[in-house]
């Protein structure tokens, strides 16, 4: 009965419901630029490298013409560019950074039309940027999430559930009457899920148990602990098409107990309220596919030199699709790692190999060695007290661990475990390193409700 239901539904809301919305009521070409990528994944690499290289050369036109701050630069700089030297061309153009964005606001936008709107960064590295964007950037940013939630094997229409943690995500995703009304068009529910206690867990269970969805999507740090809770009071999950996860780096030990919990695969989805939806892995599972559509990305060290493929570095961003405030090689605060290899799915998009997480994510030794923070994840998933943890640099020999713990009784149990542990970290950042641990009620979220799990104090300046 549940999947006959759900089946109507479905078919109403994708052949009636949705076109209708889009077309008369948003006037938006979301489902256009949508059926466009679909066969745009399809095309060689170099016939999407072709039109990349077309929409970088227009962009770059445009805003040297047109927006105060790049009319400057061109000037400083003495910059020329070309169609067919594009790619090397931007090389020219100075790193963006959200400093700058503050210092030069209002010398960075032009209003074409009056579909502009104000939106920010997440804050989850310090003071968020304001950016104005527009109804063409937005329209493309949902046709490539309806692409990618394709992938993960969910129609347009069908049900899926949206665990989130931004305030203004849940607001607009379904808040209110007009809440009500997006989700029964869309199939779309919103759960807040930014603190869940013991009694939010077993809600948002209950939920998925009734909604049945064919994708679960949300942050990456509520699905896990919404898998470490199933697990740990053996209780019974809905198995959906797929679960989906975004906001935080998704670790290896992680991906793993999100796939065994729901018993679906899992997709990693990249992105930023800045430059919209980055790129997601598709189901062959090799990496995370760019869209060459809607951005252009370099992989750059901290000379802001061009890194190897397999080589990590910081992720900058040009975006394609948002003329009114134009963003070229945006530094966006990432670090990640770029492949030089073609997904065996047959599709015609770039690679992404790894997101390894914001660059506050990186800790660095007293002799200026850069660490990945992921490496000391592993260290703490999955001892069988610990429910959350977080590992902050306080200073360079100097570790905080916070941890939250389901029987804070048993910590002094857990002393050689931390020996244990002490020992390995010490071992990577420095035999005099003095390791902390902290007992907490819980770990508080950002501001935008992303859970930061690992992160440095010392290295902010380098985001900029």
Not at 39 to 54: A, Y
Not at 208 to 227: E, F, M, Q, R, W
Not at 240 to 253: I, S
Not at 322 to 333: D, E, V
Request: overall charge positive; glycine content about 6%.
């Amino acid at each position: 009965m549940t999947f006959i239901k759900h089946t109507v539904g479905s078919i109403i809301r994708r052949k009636f419901l949705i076109p209708f919305y889009w077309k008369y009521i948003n006037r938006s070409k979301v489902l256009h630029y949508y059926g466009y990528l679909k066969k745009l994944q399809w095309n060689s690499m170099e016939e999407n490298r072709k039109l990349q290289k077309k929409k970088l050369f227009a962009l770059i036109e445009y805003a040297s013409r047109n927006i105060p701050y790049y009319q400057q630069i061109v000037r400083d700089y003495d910059i020329r560019f070309d169609e067919e030297t594009i790619f090397e061309d931007l090389k020219k153009f100075p790193l963006l950074t959200k400093d700058i964005i503050r210092n030069h606001f209002s010398d960075l936008y032009r209003f074409k039309d009056k579909t502009y709107y104000r939106n920010t960064s997440s804050g989850s590295t310090g003071e968020p940027a304001v950016f104005y964007q527009d109804k063409e950037y937005l329209d493309w940013a949902n046709a490539s999430k309806r692409l990618f939630n394709e992938w993960a094997g969910r129609k347009i229409g069908e049900p899926m559930l949206r665990l989130w943690g931004s305030p203004l995500g849940v607001i607009l995703g379904g808040h209110g009457f007009r809440g009500y009304i997006r989700k029964q068009i869309s199939g779309i529910t919103t759960i807040n899920s930014r603190k869940m206690n013991e009694r939010d867990m077993y809600n948002r269970l209950k939920c998925i148990n009734k909604i049945t969805p064919i994708l679960i999507y949300g942050y990456v740090n509520v699905i896990d602990a919404i898998s470490h809770f199933i697990k740990k009071n053996q209780l019974f999950v809905h198995s959906p098409k797929a679960v989906m996860t975004t906001a935080g780096v998704l670790y290896p030990e992680v991906k793993d107990r999100i796939k065994e919990i729901f018993n679906a695969p899992v997709f990693n989805r990249y992105g930023s309220r800045e430059v919209s939806i980055l790129a997601c892995n598709c189901e062959k599972d090799r990496g995370l596919h760019l869209l060459p559509n809607l951005h252009y990305l370099e992989i750059l060290n901290d000379e802001e030199r061009p890194v190897k493929f397999g080589m990590s570095g910081n992720i900058v961003v040009t975006l394609l699709t948002n003329y009114t405030m134009p963003l070229i090689r945006y530094k966006i605060g990432d670090r990640g790692v770029l492949s030089n290899n073609q997904c065996n799915c047959g599709r015609g998009f770039p690679l992404l190999e790894k997101v390894e997480g914001r660059v506050t994510d990186g800790f660095r030794n007293k002799f200026g060695d850069y660490i990945w923070g992921g490496i000391f994840f592993r260290f703490f998933c999955f001892h069988d007290n610990i429910k959350q943890f977080q590992i902050i640099q306080k200073d360079f020999d100097v570790i905080l661990v916070n941890l939250v713990l389901d029987d804070k009784n048993e910590f002094k149990n857990m002393h050689e475990f931390l020996l244990d542990t002490d020992k390995k970290i010490c071992k990577i950042m420095g035999h005099d390193t003095e390791v902390l641990h902290n007992v907490v009620d819980e770990i508080e979220p950002g501001p935008s409700g992303k859970l930061n799990l690992i992160f440095s104090e010392i290295d902010k300046r380098s985001i900029g």
